[in-house]
């Protein structure tokens, strides 16, 4: 198992955007994930998760630690990173069909080639018949399966998301989850995710990276082994590795939200 | 010892919590937008200067800043006084000038948005009024201030008048168009829902159409002082014998150039100041307002 | 009792005729023509203050026999044009560019409002000390009149697009370049739209003004010299050109050509 994303001793302060008050979001992070993994970070609100998820999309400058992928160093955001955002950012200006395909025509390939992909890719994510749409023809769920086929057809190294399923009602989230967990199984793709919710974090994770309260740290990680043929929510709930996974997460979170609210 | 480094870290402590101090009063969003919109001014700022040390373009091109100041107090220098300044003494040059075109602003004001609002909002109660005089507004909209000017000059010859005429028919027709179009924008049953519970046609005004239009008749106020001031600064130049747009087209002539800089420089001045920190705050009190509570149909 | 008709009555028949659309215009025009008239034959000395319609009528056949009214019509609509096209094709990169850094579009934007306010008429004065009366000045001044609201507005325009957009194009590794193209102009249509429309707008007030103050052949001209001359019929006829030219424009070309755009690009901006 080759480590794809591996992070040394990351931190990170910024000064308040209203106040100018310095703010430590990240202390001394050090994290790996594995070729074909999923991994999600869960923590409390404020725990540092999109700072860095920014700072490995390469959107946000780093001084302090290393992070690199496949051994390079991130110095800014690039086509091996995919991002997905947690509001949809596919442009409003242009098809699901140009959409998807915008990585490989920035990459100027043949045209041919980019249709024949874009069209896999469409299929993948469930949305075949709708490639001629525009975002606001599609629902909330529909715009951000659109956004997964964009990052995944340009073939990134590791896809990073960022609370991708945040902005969609409850029903839609699960469905959404269970296609995420298919489309892993479907294309062995490097993903790290952040989420709030330690539900989704325990259904979708093979590891699950536990930050603390602000400044975040790497609490702890916790493994779940469940293949990823058998994650399907209706059976969740008989699962006691998911149920275990669960508590286990929950309670860590638990201990550094009650240490957030009480400063 | 550590009574020194005390005091040095109280000296350091002391400048962060006065710069936090400022950046929560202020906002730091706010602090940083005004430093970085500054530069290009300070930047625009040393290099005039510079272009005077260096004489990189001939002074006859671009004076030097402090002649441009020279002019202003060149032209008061003969003033008797603020007393002669305010009863616009012929000897007070500069302030002459200033206060003849403001005083144009300010009669083409007082009798042009109480016109073009009163008749915009007739015509627009009126569907077949509208009906005639949206074409007749349209059309003198289209022929801009600035074109009205040779025939202002045949009708009141060049001077003052002139300059007052072009402003008002400036703003008359943009604060008619406005009003007309914010009072047709207002749904027909309100006006029905307040004749029925007895209302006169004057209670409809007051009550319905005023209120209705009133984001349109204050945006329009906005632009139509705007384009006015500008139609004034060009009727000045073109037909007028006094006030700022005479002033600078004289000096032009007169290869004065440092009193075209002066001049312009005042025109945008009282631009700004009028619109930023009277008319928009305005706009944004009445309309940001009225929109919450209302919007049009 | 009821009338019954079979027919519609003539009365219903005239105000049928009168809902027409064309029809408000045409009486319109007609009572126009009546007061005109009515007024030129009551006053004074008509052909100084106010020529009846016929005499300018007579006096625009004159100009278009001689070849000039279609001359002067044709500078002056060269020079918008000309002007307008060249501060457009500079102002929208221009606003494009500064665009891309957030930081730099804050730069700027305090100063680009500034020179927006700074009315062409305005810098007039300056630009004659430095080239005199000629047709190099009302071209400065008409791009200059036409470049600022155009460069802010852009400018405006690209600020408001959500940096997600931005930031998503970037982590697919888009080129500065390839940023502006597919994202920028695309994002900042609308406004282009709009500030196009008040750029040229801008320029027609200043070619008429250019003319008459630098004292260049065009429309602007025509209806300078013609006061001078004391041919007040050649005054009303370009002034009515002039109105008639920027209906045309803006009514027919401009503002539809702003509201499609607008309709195509800020829908799906939602």
Known sequence: MTAKLVVEGLSHHYPDEYTGVDVHALDNISLEVNEGELVSVVGPSGCGKSTLLNILAGLLPYRVGSATVDGVQIEGPGPDRGVVFQEHAILPWRTVNRNIGHGLEIRRLPREHIAKRVQEFVNLVGLTGFEDKYPHELSGGMKQRCAVARTLCADPVIMLMDEPFAAVDAQTRITLQEELNRIAMATKKTILFITHSVDEAAFLADRCFVFSARPGRLKEIVEINIPRADRIWSEMNANAEFIGAREKILKLVREEVSVATEE | MSDAIAKESSAEGAFASLSVAIQTRIGRQRLRKIILGSIPFVVIFVLWQMNTAFEWLPAVFIPPLGDVFGAAITLQEDCVGIGGALTMDNSCLLTNHIFSSIGRVILAAVIGLPLGIAFGILAGMNRTVSRYLEPVGVFANSISGIAWIPLAIVWFGVGWMTTLFIMLNTIFWLMFFNSMLGVRSVAKVYEQSVLTMGGSRMDVIRQVYFPGAMPSIITGMRISLGFGWRALIAAEMIGGDSGLGFMIFVSAEEFKIEEVFLGVIIISLIYMATDRYLLAPLEKWTVERWGLIWKPT | ?270
């Not at chain 3, 080239?131 to 155009?150: C, M």
């Not at chain 3, 390839?178 to 739209?193: C, E, R, S, T």
């Open chain 3, 1 to 270: 009792m009821q009338q019954r008709n079979d027919a519609p009555s003539l009365g219903w028949r005239i105000n049928k005729l009168l809902q027409l659309d064309a029809m408000n215009l045409v009486i319109l025009v007609i009572a126009v023509y009546i007061i005109w008239s009515v007024i030129s034959a009551l006053i004074d000395n008509p052909a100084r203050y106010l020529p009846s319609p016929i005499a300018v009528a007579v006096s625009s056949v004159d100009m278009l026999y001689k070849g000039l009214l279609p001359s002067y019509f044709g500078d002056t609509l060269v020079r918008l044009i000309f002007g307008s096209t060249i501060g457009l094709l500079l102002g929208i990169p221009f606003g494009l560019l500064l665009g891309i850094n957030r930081t730099v579009a804050d730069m700027f934007h305090p100063i680009m409002n500034f020179f927006q306010s700074v009315s062409g008429i305005a810098i007039f004065p300056i630009i004659v000390v430095w080239w005199g009366n000629s047709d190099k000045t009302i071209f400065a001044v008409i791009l200059y009149t036409a470049f600022f609201p155009i460069a802010f507005n852009v400018l405006s325009g690209v600020r408001e697009i959500p940096i997600r957009y931005i930031s998503a194009a970037r982590t697919l590794g888009a080129s500065r370049y390839q940023i502006i193209k597919d994202v920028l102009f695309p994002g900042a249509m609308p406004h282009i739209a709009t500030g196009s429309r008040l750029s040229i707008g801008f320029a027609w007030r200043a070619v008429i003004a250019g003319e008459m103050l630098a004292g260049r052949q065009g429309l602007g001209w025509m209806i300078f010299t013609g006061q001078d001359a004391d041919n007040t019929a050649e005054v009303i006829l370009g002034m009515v050109m002039i109105g008639v030219t920027w209906i045309i424009l803006d009514h027919y070309l401009l503002r539809p050509m702003e509201a499609d755009t607008i309709e195509r690009w800020g829908l799906v901006q939602r």
